[in-house]
């Protein structure tokens, strides 16, 4: 592993596809205008397409160029010059693809050679497959998945089989680029190197933790992916069990790419199986109904402009997902972790709140317990809140009042894009910020029996208006308690 990327080859399946132009090509040119690429390095795509090099760099002027920025066009050229295009068909006829490649490739065996899979994950096994069998597997080669690996616990191991008949697994990087944010970074720095928190950071000092991914898109476009993914698979399995991994986690006794893995596997089978009947009390799915959302109105999922049209799987998706979760270890037994992920809600959000108990006897009247905030997005900050005095004589008069780190304030430096931070963890051969097979593994097995039990169900999803929190049910399950969701955290 070094810091410095070696020259490489970064091959990319689904190349033309929205995460690669949306997400990959702007993350790369980043770190190509910041120095940070080898000059050598190459960035192929791969896909159906039937384009050419030049096609290739011609769309990706056109779509990438205006989403980045351009201050020097040599700079710009020399991105562009970087690009190369493979028409591919996996599992297709025409074996002249993959010759192509082979041919590009020749010669350049130690190059780093990075596979990144930006496709749908049954495609990933007979990728490896036939990648392996045209020869291209080197021992320098890393593979890179996306995002879901599989729908439930069977059709993940069945990939990691497959993909592990071809790669090792420290030469297998499983992304969920929420790993990449930079306050999911800081929360590891909050917690292990600054001394004050860790003796209050359990179930005696801890009231709850709550955990919210709230976005305005709604999903135009994506019925395809989403009737069969749903908010739960989407975002729940992966990135916000990611982050309660890094709040729960024990202090991991190195940083390097096996001791955080380590911990955070210990989180996940430390989840308290939520099973059967168990399944409604601590859980609430609902569908967004047609709204107004930041200002305009907007249709309901079932009437997102499609080139298809609903199905019966669209009526039972779910765009929106909360759960009482409780990890099950000393640290934190009788604590409950609410996570929660909507679609088109009120506002663009990601949170994590952590809510302390309140003073064990209050001698004010109007304190309110402490709250710590940790904004992912946007403007990505830590707020602790604290009860203050407000100025004036008389009876004394208690406010919340944030201490706040805003990361654009207090840091001159541009935030960089999640994708930056990890493709450049694949190019030097870092793994600790991807998810381990045992992780992704542990993940699903704690979310099936709660799938299984929606699937069995012939409840629908219940509706809550676009542009809203989410539905009655969701503050339900929080209210249960005497508790609720801190809107105004997000708002
Ligand atoms: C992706 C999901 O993994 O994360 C999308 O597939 C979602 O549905 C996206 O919109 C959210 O990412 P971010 O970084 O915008 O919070």
Request: hydrophobic share 40%.
């Amino acid at each position: 592993m070094s810091e410095t990327p070696q020259s490489a080859d970064l091959i990319v399946f689904g190349g033309t596809g929205d995460l690669s132009m949306r997400k990959l090509l702007p993350a790369l040119y980043h770190c190509d205008r910041d120095g940070r690429l080898a000059p050598e390095t190459r960035i192929i795509a791969m896909s159906r397409g039937g384009l050419d090099d030049a096609d290739f760099r011609g769309k990706v002027d056109a779509e990438v160029r205006s989403s980045v920025p351009v201050d020097d066009l040599a700079l710009w050229q020399r991105f562009l010059n970087r690009l190369h295009h493979v028409t591919v068909d996996i599992g297709g006829e025409d074996p002249t693809g993959w010759a192509r490649l082979t041919a590009m490739l020749a010669g350049h065996e130690q190059r780093d050679r990075v596979f990144y899979l930006a496709s749908p994950p049954m495609t990933f096994g007979p990728f490896c497959r036939e990648a392996n069998r045209a020869g291209l597997v080197t021992p320098a080669s890393r593979v890179v998945l996306e995002k879901p690996l599989g729908r439930d616990l069977a059709s993940a191991q069945r990939i990691n089989d497959e993909v592990g008949a071809i790669f090792h697994e420290r030469q297998i990087f499983r992304i969920d680029h929420y790993l990449g944010k930079e306050t999911v970074q800081n929360l590891l720095v909050l917690r292990f190197a600054n001394a004050f928190l860790e003796p209050i950071w359990n179930s005696l000092w801890i009231d709850h933790v709550q955990i919210t991914a709230a976005e305005t898109v709604g999903t135009p476009g994506r019925r395809g992916y989403y009737d069969h993914a749903g908010a739960l698979r989407d975002m729940v399995q992966n990135h916000l069990l990611q982050l309660l991994c890094l709040v729960a986690m024990e202090p991991p006794s190195r940083n390097d790419r096996e001791s955080i893995r380590d911990e955070k596997v210990k989180v996940l089978e430390s989840l308290r199986p939520i099973v059967g009947g168990e399944v409604d009390r601590f859980t609430v799915r609902g569908q967004y109904t047609a709204g107004v959302c930041g200002g305009v109105e907007v249709p309901g999922y079932l009437d997102e402009p499609d080139s298809t049209a609903p199905t019966e799987a669209s009526h039972r998706v779910e765009t929106f997902a909360a759960i009482r979760a409780e990890v099950k270890n000393w640290r934190w037994a009788g604590v409950p972790f609410y996570l929660r992920t909507g679609k088109r809600m009120p506002y663009r959000s990601s949170e994590i709140v952590v809510q302390f108990k309140d003073v064990p006897h209050s001698i004010f009247a109007g304190s309110a317990p402490n709250r710590l905030v940790l904004r992912l997005q946007p403007s990505e900050g830590i707020r602790l809140h604290l009860m203050a005095k407000e100025p004036g004589a008389g009876e004394v008069a208690l406010k919340p009042v944030p201490l706040s780190l805003s990361f654009a304030e207090t840091f001159t430096s541009r935030v960089p894009d999640a994708y930056e931070r990890l493709l450049m963890d694949v190019l030097t051969g870092n793994p600790t910020l991807f998810m381990r097979r045992d992780e992704v593994e542990a993940a699903w097995r704690w979310i099936d029996p709660i799938l299984a039990e929606w699937e069995s169900q012939s409840m629908l999803p219940e509706p809550y208006p676009a542009g809203t929190a989410g539905p009655a049910g969701a503050h339900e399950l929080v209210g249960r308690s005497g508790r609720a969701w801190h809107e105004e955290d997000l708002a």
